[in-house]
């Protein structure tokens, strides 16, 4: 069954995506919290990636998303709150990404922003009758203009893009 990835932007400094999965909460966890599951659904269509992974307050997560022309995109957090089973917070931040990437973001925060996006995310796993998972992803910015900067450069997209891989993983663990 196709899912449709609901986005609330009522909240300036905030996007919060909400999606449901049809698998069990243990499940969808194990994919965002142990990282050959997790590089295996990650990020927007064309990206391959790498990650380290330490799941506790205190611990580091490395995302680093590989572009077809070998451009490597690092995410870093790290964590502060972990609920095993139903919540990840951390800080997560770019400043890694390659320097294109903080002028465009830059200059669609309206020179707010230095370009090197950081926010706090949290991750909250329900779940659902019929026993599926409702993953809800918050993202939150220092300011609007980064939030809205965000937006334009795609994240909505790779958002969804990035759940629709999910999904498969999700069918082959289960299969």
């Not at 139903?86 to 800080?91: A, D, E, I, P, S």
């Not at 019929?130 to 203009?145: E, K, L, M």
């Given at each position: 069954?196709?899912?449709?990835?609901?986005?609330?932007?009522?909240?300036?400094?905030?996007?919060?995506?909400?999606?449901?999965?049809?698998?069990?909460?243990?499940?969808?966890?194990?994919?965002?919290?142990?990282?050959?599951?997790?590089?295996?659904?990650?990020?927007?269509?064309?990206?391959?990636?790498?990650?380290?992974?330490?799941?506790?307050?205190?611990?580091?997560?490395?995302?680093?998303?590989?572009?077809?022309?070998?451009?490597?995109?690092?995410?870093?957090?790290?964590?502060?709150?972990?609920?095993?089973?139903?919540?990840?917070?951390?800080?997560?931040?770019?400043?890694?990404?390659?320097?294109?990437?903080h002028e465009l973001f830059a200059a669609y925060a309206g020179g707010d922003s230095d370009g090197k996006m950081r926010l706090v995310m949290s991750?909250?796993?329900?779940?659902?009758?019929?026993?599926?998972?409702?993953?809800?992803?918050?993202?939150?910015?220092?300011?609007?203009?980064?939030?809205?900067?965000?937006?334009?450069?795609?994240?909505?997209q790779g958002w969804r893009e990035s759940f629709v891989k999910l999904d498969r993983h999700l069918e082959n663990l289960?299969?």
């Amino acid at each position: 069954m196709t899912r449709r990835m609901q986005v609330d932007l009522s909240e300036p400094r905030d996007m919060v995506l909400v999606r449901e999965f049809d698998a069990p909460r243990p499940l969808v966890w194990k994919c965002w919290s142990e990282p050959e599951h997790l590089a295996a659904w990650w990020g927007p269509d064309g990206m391959s990636n790498e990650v380290e992974l330490d799941v506790r307050p205190g611990g580091v997560q490395v995302i680093t998303m590989i572009a077809a022309d070998g451009t490597r995109y690092p995410i870093r957090s790290v964590f502060l709150e972990v609920e095993v089973g139903r919540k990840l917070v951390g800080t997560l931040t770019v400043e890694d990404h390659p320097m294109e990437f903080h002028e465009l973001f830059a200059a669609y925060a309206g020179g707010d922003s230095d370009g090197k996006m950081r926010l706090v995310m949290s991750v909250l796993f329900e779940d659902t009758e019929g026993g599926g998972t409702r993953v809800t992803v918050r993202q939150s910015f220092p300011a609007q203009s980064e939030r809205d900067a965000n937006m334009k450069m795609g994240a909505e997209q790779g958002w969804r893009e990035s759940f629709v891989k999910l999904d498969r993983h999700l069918e082959n663990l289960s299969a």
